[in-house]
T-cell receptor, first 116, second 115 residues
Framework: GAVVSQHPSRVICKSGTSVKIECRSL??????MFWYRQFPKQSLMLMAT?????????EQGVEKDKFLINHASLTLSTLTVTSAHPEDSSFYIC????????????FGPGTRLTVL | AQSVTQPDIHITVSEGASLELRCNYS??????LFWYVQSPGQGLQLLLK??????LVQGIKGFEAEFKRSQSSFNLRKPSVHWSDAAEYFC?????????????FGGGTRVLVKP
């Protein structure tokens, strides 16, 4: 099946620093990638949708200057949390899709971000 | 806007017993419906999906779900639970827009399996 990886799996950083999370589709080309945020014991909340070569579409309430998304190729999308603060601590999950809107999204294993 | 409700936060079931997880959705049109399972350290895995056609959908790992439009429900079932089924289960509704299929997830149901 289609595999999506994320790196790193865990990251701890100091408040005020920036953190980059990578999402890769390993065996397929992803036309669209999605970034989600999951708080402990809660559901996944969609943050943004990105298509290769174009700007990401952010969900309402998500600060685009805070969460920078780059979808540089059909196999790689990055999420950069800029000037991270403790409230940004969360589990970030990406997914990728290679087909049309009705096709399945394949999810990465997630990245646990802890901001001290 | 669409929404998904999973009324049960936790369910404990004995191994070998049947399992049913409830999901109710709100969406103005015919929804695309999904069930995902999340195990620790692993990405969400799709169990099954409903787009159209037969309202009883068969999935992987012995799971099935039934779409009931009149009740706005898409409940997940398994006749006999295995210890490996202990995980978090998420129901999701998808919408098809210009930006693609955006998923809205329910709050999740954690399933515990007793020996």
């Amino acid at each position: 099946g289609a595999v999506v990886s994320q790196h790193p799996s865990r990251v701890i950083c100091k408040s005020g620093t920036s953190v980059k999370i990578e999402c890769r589709s390993l065996d397929f080309q992803a036309t669209t990638m999605f970034w989600y945020r999951q708080f402990p014991k809660q559901s996944l909340m969609l943050m943004a949708t990105s298509n290769e070569g174009s700007k990401a579409t952010y969900e309402q309430g998500v600060e685009k200057d805070k969460f920078l998304i780059n979808h540089a190729s059909l196999t790689l999308s990055t999420l950069t949390v800029t000037s991270a603060h403790p409230e940004d601590s969360s589990f970030y999950i990406c997914s990728a899709r290679f087909g049309g809107p009705a096709d399945e999204q394949f999810f990465g294993p997630g990245t646990r971000l802890t901001v001290l | 806007a669409q929404s998904v409700t999973q009324p049960d936060i936790h369910i404990t079931v004995s191994e070998g017993a049947s399992l049913e997880l409830r999901c109710n959705y709100s969406y103005g049109a015919t929804p695309y419906l999904f069930w995902y399972v999340q195990s620790p350290g692993q990405g969400l895995q799709l169990l099954l999906k409903y787009f159209s056609g037969d309202t009883l959908v068969q999935g992987i790992k012995g799971f099935e779900a039934e779409f009931k439009r009149s009740q706005s429900s898409f409940n997940l079932r398994k006749p006999s639970v295995h210890w490996s089924d202990a995980a978090e289960y998420f129901c999701a509704v998808g919408t098809v827009k210009a930006a693609g299929n955006k998923l809205t997830f329910g709050g999740g149901t954690r399933v515990l399996v007793k020996p």
